[in-house]
């Protein structure tokens, strides 16, 4: 069904008819101007990620159910990052003629799956045309009580640095994606050149095999890489290891979600806490399937895991004291400590060389990696 046969507030009602608010806060959601949201003894967390297709996410690669998963994921980490519950989302598209009504269905299928993962209400947004693909603008609302907010400013010397999960998987799936796009491609090329030449010549038989052979062009094989492409394309909030750290009763110092990569958020920690840091290679964690993708591609998986981005995994800081706590909970890694400014920020190798941490993350007003 074209978009335009049911219109902004028609595909609105459709896609949000059924949704039924779960937190107290959501006094009123999708319907009005405005939601309303009530919050008398907390403070409120607010977040807002745009992402574009072309910049963003490639649609060969990631469907459209997947893609909004992953938009409201991205956004619920971040409150997370904060310490905090997320409670509200509301939902912004700029859609161009070629998305259907079930595409956006697709899309808010995968969007309230995230959602109801963590119990966050959808309560508003906007829709309008595009004339360049589509945009997605996710804004999440969360609360924390004051005492309880992290910032990224709170480290101190002697903290320990510590990490969730592991690094560089979701970059390595992107990497893997990209290959298999580049060659899937490249033969799509050199079947329409050959054809092309053939329908010149007015050779018919060579015509019909090579239009046979189009039709039947491998997919790819990507057994023993899932776990790479579930990275890349179904990204996780970690409010597992914010409960696990509550129920422990740690209150980090200071925290961050991995978006664009270990280096460039360590980096940002200790700029705005005014400290340095030592991190160690050996402790970074890195899974099985990462380390043999890169090797395949012929990158250092160390880079991949300081610089690769989209892991959403949490990085935070804890006093010193916490070290036996950190150790007894499931999927924290200790990485390294937070030193005196006057040291800098290093990554020690593992043959115990020093060298400067450098943000080569992803920066999207460049295009390209810092």
Request: hydrophobic share 35%.
């Amino acid at each position: 069904m074209e978009i335009a046969k049911l219109g902004e507030f028609g595909l609105i009602e459709r896609l949000t008819k059924d949704i039924q608010a779960k937190n107290e806060s959501t006094k009123y959601g999708v319907g009005d101007d405005c939601a309303v949201l009530s919050y008398p003894d907390t403070q409120v967390l607010v977040t807002t990620d745009l992402l574009m297709e072309g910049v963003h996410f490639d649609l060969t690669y990631i469907d459209l159910e997947h893609m909004g998963y992953k938009s409201a994921m991205v956004n619920i980490s971040d409150v997370f990052a904060m310490n905090g519950t997320p409670r509200q989302i509301t939902v912004s598209l700029a859609i161009s003629k070629r998305f259907t009504v079930e595409d956006m269905e697709q899309f808010y299928s995968g969007l309230r799956r995230a959602c109801e993962k963590w119990n966050v209400d959808i309560v508003g947004g906007d829709t309008t045309s595009s004339y360049t693909g589509l945009a997605i603008s996710i804004t999440c609302i969360g609360e924390c009580r004051k005492e309880d907010i992290v910032y990224r400013n709170g480290a101190r010397d002697t903290d320990l640095i510590c990490v969730s999960g592991d690094l560089g998987a979701a970059y390595m799936g992107l990497q893997l994606l990209e290959r298999e796009k580049s060659v899937y491609y490249a033969q799509v090329e050199e079947l329409q050149r050959k054809m092309k030449e053939a329908k010149a010549a007015g050779d018919e038989k060579q015509l019909s095999v090579l239009s046979s052979q189009m039709s039947t062009i491998a997919t790819p094989d990507f057994a023993g890489k899932e776990y790479l492409l579930q990275r890349q394309l179904q990204t996780e909030a970690r409010g597992d290891i914010i409960n696990r750290l509550r129920e422990a009763g740690i209150h980090p110092t200071a925290m961050m979600d991995i978006s664009d990569g270990l280096s460039s958020e360590l980096m940002h920690i200790c700029k705005q806490s005014g400290v340095g840091c030592r991190i160690f290679e050996k402790n970074i964690p890195i899974d099985y399937q990462t380390a043999v993708m890169a090797e395949e591609l012929n990158m250092n998986v160390t880079t991949c895991a300081l610089n690769g981005g989209e892991d959403y995994e949490l990085l935070f800081t804890v006093p010193i004291g916490d070290h036996e706590k950190i150790e007894q909970i499931e999927d924290v890694h200790l990485i390294g400590h937070i030193t005196d400014q006057k040291y800098g920020q290093l990554l020690v190798t593992r043959d115990n060389q020093e060298f400067e941490l450098m943000a080569q993350g992803w920066n999207p007003l460049k295009g390209k990696s810092e």
